[in-house]
C-alpha cells in the first residue's frame, strides 16, 4: 500500500516553455502532498506543502510563480514549471501523506521526474 | 531550530563489512525518526523507522536505534552487500509544520565485491 506515483519520469523541453509534473497517490487519499528539487549530489530541498483544496504553502526563497502548484484532489497534485530556463534543470520529487492510520505519520515519495531544459 | 546532521560520505567499504552511518538530531519536542534509502536515478524508499525513544527500526539486515539521551539514530548492519551501494538519507518529521521532513545531507555508501 501507500504507493505515490509520478509522471513523466523524465522531461526534455525547450527553454521558455512550462512544464507540467504530475504526482498522483493510488491506494491511499493523500490530505498533504510535498514537492522537493534535488540537485546533483545533493539532499532533497523542499519547495512547498500543499494540502488538498488549498492554496500551496512555499518555502522561503521559492518563486511561487515560477513553480505553480496544485492539488486539487486528494488523488492528485500537480507541479507547472513555467518559462523554464536551464537553471530549473533539476531532479523534482514528490511525496504525501494521508489522514489515516497506515499514511498519517510519514511521507510516501514518488520515484522522480528529471526535468532537462535545454 | 530542527536539524539532522549525518557522517560524510562517500563510504566505502568490501562485501560482507560492518557498516555504521551516523546521524545526529536537533528538535523541539519529539520527532519520529526515518531513514531512507535512494538507488541511483530513482525517488526515496523508506528503510526504517522509530517512532519514540528506544524504539529499534530495523528491515533488510537494517537497524537504528531512537536514542533520546544522545539524540542519535545510526544506521548499523552486520553484514553489507554489493546492493546495498546507494545513497543513505536521515531524516525526522515535524508534526507541528504539517508534517514536513528536516533531511540529513545524504551519505553515499559504496560496496566493492
Known amino acids: 500500500g501507500a504507493v505515490v506515483s509520478q509522471h513523466p519520469s523524465w522531461v526534455i523541453c525547450k527553454s521558455g516553455t512550462s512544464v507540467k509534473i504530475e504526482c498522483r497517490s493510488l491506494?491511499?487519499?493523500?490530505?498533504?502532498m510535498f514537492w522537493y528539487r534535488q540537485f546533483p549530489k545533493q539532499s532533497l530541498m523542499l519547495m512547498a506543502t500543499?494540502?488538498?483544496?488549498?492554496?500551496?504553502?512555499?518555502e522561503q526563497g521559492v518563486e511561487k510563480d515560477k513553480f505553480l502548484i496544485n492539488h486539487a484532489s486528494l488523488t492528485l497534485s500537480t507541479l507547472t514549471v513555467t518559462s523554464a530556463h536551464p537553471e530549473d534543470s533539476s531532479f523534482y520529487i514528490c511525496?504525501?501523506?494521508?489522514?489515516?492510520?497506515?499514511?498519517?505519520?510519514?511521507?510516501?515519495f514518488g520515484p522522480g521526474t528529471r526535468l532537462t531544459v535545454l | 531550530g530542527d536539524s539532522v546532521t549525518q557522517m560524510e560520505g562517500p563510504v566505502t567499504l568490501s562485501e560482507e563489512a560492518f557498516l555504521t552511518i551516523n546521524c545526529t538530531y536537533t528538535?523541539?519536542?519529539?520527532?519520529?525518526l526515518f531513514w531512507y534509502v535512494q538507488y541511483p536515478g530513482e525517488g526515496l524508499q523508506l528503510l526504517l523507522k522509530?517512532?519514540?525513544?528506544?524504539d529499534k527500526g530495523s528491515n533488510k539486515g537494517f537497524e537504528a536505534t531512537y536514542r533520546k539521551e544522545t539524540t542519535s539514530f545510526h544506521l548499523e548492519k552486520g553484514s553489507v552487500q554489493v546492493s546495498d551501494s546507494a545513497v543513505y538519507f536521515c531524516?525526522?518529521?515535524?508534526?507541528?509544520?504539517?508534517?514536513?521532513?528536516?533531511f540529513g545531507q545524504g551519505t553515499e555508501l559504496s560496496v566493492k565485491p
Open positions: 500543499s494540502n488538498e483544496g488549498s492554496k500551496a504553502t512555499y
Open positions: 522509530a517512532t519514540k525513544a528506544d
Open positions: 511525496s504525501a501523506s494521508g489522514r489515516d492510520e497506515s499514511s498519517y505519520n510519514e511521507q510516501f
Open positions: 491506494d491511499f487519499q493523500a490530505t498533504t
Open positions: 531524516a525526522l518529521i515535524l508534526y507541528n509544520q504539517g508534517g514536513k521532513l528536516i
Open positions: 528538535a523541539t519536542g519529539y520527532p519520529s
